[in-house]
């Protein structure tokens, strides 16, 4: 059994690693290469992924921190290659912005919806996030065609694309999408948000259409019965069914 001593350690380890992460123009990055304690061998990942973000804006929120997710919003309103004229965050940029790799993960979008709306559910939203709530939900609006996006879409493990032309989704994106609009739609009355929502939801349960009792990685015209850990965000965190389905 682990000891109440090593549980506090480890919490209190955890809090000072994300305050690391968090940067002084905003940035949260998936690890601080310039630590001393970071690993002389260990790959550089100073890079900012919104989806990654968004987990670590909610982990400290729950973890009594309250001073780094602001300043990451901000830097979403500012900094990301290209958010401003089209509205949609890609896979990961560079602590100044610019885009690293260049593909496009929806829930990269979603997954900031849904950690902004739990920052505020309880709170006045100030202007500037009213702002990017809406230029992140609509520009997920903008590209999804009833049942697909009309971009090629990546999904979070980075090794597998979906096509428009073969109505493909990946289960877990539009999971996130899916509540992220949900979300939003509570915080900011929006009918087109919640109609999209709805409409993702439709084809996350297309399983059901097609007799299986599982959830699958991927739904679209091409069958690919195949499922991973990503799955798990159906339940958690994005509450979109229930785990005796």
Not at 68 to 94: A, H, M, V
Not at 117 to 141: Q, S
Not at 178 to 187: P, S, V
Request: net charge positive; glycine share 4%.
């Amino acid at each position: 059994m682990v000891s109440k001593e090593r549980i506090k350690s480890l919490w209190e380890t955890s809090k000072k690693v994300i305050l690391d992460c968090s940067l002084e123009n905003g940035a949260i990055i998936a690890a601080n290469s310039d630590k001393p304690y970071y690993p002389k061998d260990a790959r550089n990942y100073r890079y900012v992924w919104p989806r990654d973000a968004g987990y670590i804006c909610v982990a400290a929120q729950e973890a009594g921190i309250d001073t780094i997710q602001k300043p990451f919003f901000d830097w979403l309103l500012e900094r990301p290659e290209g958010f401003k004229e089209t509205n949609l965050l890609y896979q990961n940029y560079s602590t100044n912005g610019t885009k690293f790799w260049l593909s496009f993960q929806p829930d990269q979008n979603g997954t900031m919806l849904w950690a902004i709306c739990k920052f505020f559910e309880e709170k006045k939203i100030p202007k500037k996030y009213v702002t990017l709530i809406k230029k992140l939900a609509n520009g997920l609006c903008n590209i999804w065609d009833k049942t697909h996006f009309t971009k090629k879409t990546q999904g979070l493990w980075e090794y597998y694309r979906c096509y428009p032309d073969l109505d493909e989704n990946h289960t877990y994106s539009l999971a996130a999408c899916a509540q992220g609009l949900n979300l939003a739609n509570k915080l900011i009355t929006n009918k087109r948000w919640e109609i999209v929502s709805k409409q993702m939801i439709k084809q996350i349960r297309q399983r059901d259409a097609q007799k299986l009792n599982y959830f699958t990685r991927t739904t679209g015209k091409i069958t690919f019965p195949k499922i991973d850990a990503s799955l798990i965000g159906l339940v958690y965190p994005f509450d979109i069914v229930k785990p005796n389905c």
